[in-house]
Antibody
Framework: QITLKESGPTLVKPTQTLTLTCTFS??????????VGWIRQPPGKALEWLAL???????RYSPSLKSRLTITKDTSKNQVVLTMTNMDPVDTATYYC????????????WGQGTLVTVSS | AIQLTQSPSSLSASVGDRVTVTCRAS??????LAWYQQKPGKAPELLIY???SLESGVPSRFSGSGSGTDFTLTISSLQPEDFATYYC?????????FGQGTKLEIK
């Protein structure tokens, strides 16, 4: 059974850097074709894809947020870390990490999500 | 980036109704589309992948169709547990995108 869980601060101040960790079980990020993504959802709004990291350490970022995002993995710890710089109140959202099956493009399953509020 | 436009944005329907949600891509994406269901306070759950393949465990009243730029999600007979928000997602390109969602409400 694959599970993922997001962790990190619930409150950050404007201009700070957000660091979120996705801890997973039931699969290995060293398995060929596997990837993990980050997706966020502002309150009452739509889903927005942020970043992907692949088993071979290839990375993809949302074009609109690329300059602010970094995604990394620690295969030995079964973790994926997302950092987002220069946080703004508009970045207030629930942040999800999600698994993608080998060489496939849809997300399943997702973590429960973690709400991050940006406020001074 | 490929844009996905869902219609309608919201929909009121009754238990037993047949409903259809549309997702249109700004350029052709073959069959690289998935549909998710999201209930309040919960993470999205996969319903359909590759435009028309039903995820294991998802009731057969859900179906998907389409290819290229136009896709549909159909619920053949609405059940009370189907009232939720539905999202499409394309994975034709490395820059993944989601539709803006369709909220299905009880009439």
């Amino acid at each position: 059974q694959i599970t993922l869980k997001e962790s990190g601060p619930t409150l950050v101040k404007p201009t700070q850097t957000l660091t979120l960790t996705c801890t997973f079980s039931g699969f290995s990020l060293s398995t060929s074709g596997v990837s993990v993504g980050w997706i966020r959802q502002p309150p009452g709004k739509a889903l927005e894809w942020l970043a992907l990291i692949y088993w071979d350490d290839d990375k993809r970022y949302s074009p609109s947020l690329k300059s602010r995002l970094t995604i990394t993995k620690d295969t030995s710890k079964n973790q994926v870390v997302l950092t987002m710089t220069n946080m703004d109140p508009v970045d207030t959202a629930t942040y999800y990490c999600a698994h993608r099956r080998p060489f496939l493009g849809w997300f399943d399953p997702w973590g429960q999500g973690t709400l991050v509020t940006v406020s001074s | 980036a490929i844009q996905l436009t869902q219609s309608p944005s919201s929909l009121s329907a009754s238990v037993g109704d047949r409903v259809t949600v549309t997702c249109r891509a700004s350029q052709g994406i073959s069959s690289a589309l998935a549909w998710y269901q999201q209930k309040p306070g919960k993470a999205p759950e996969l319903l359909i992948y590759d435009a028309s393949s039903l995820e294991s465990g998802v009731p057969s009243r859900f179906s998907g169709s389409g290819s290229g730029t136009d896709f549909t999600l159909t619920i053949s007979s609405l059940q009370p547990e189907d009232f939720a928000t539905y999202y499409c997602q394309q994975f034709n390109s490395d820059a993944v995108t989601f539709g803006q969602g369709t909220k299905l409400e009880i009439k």
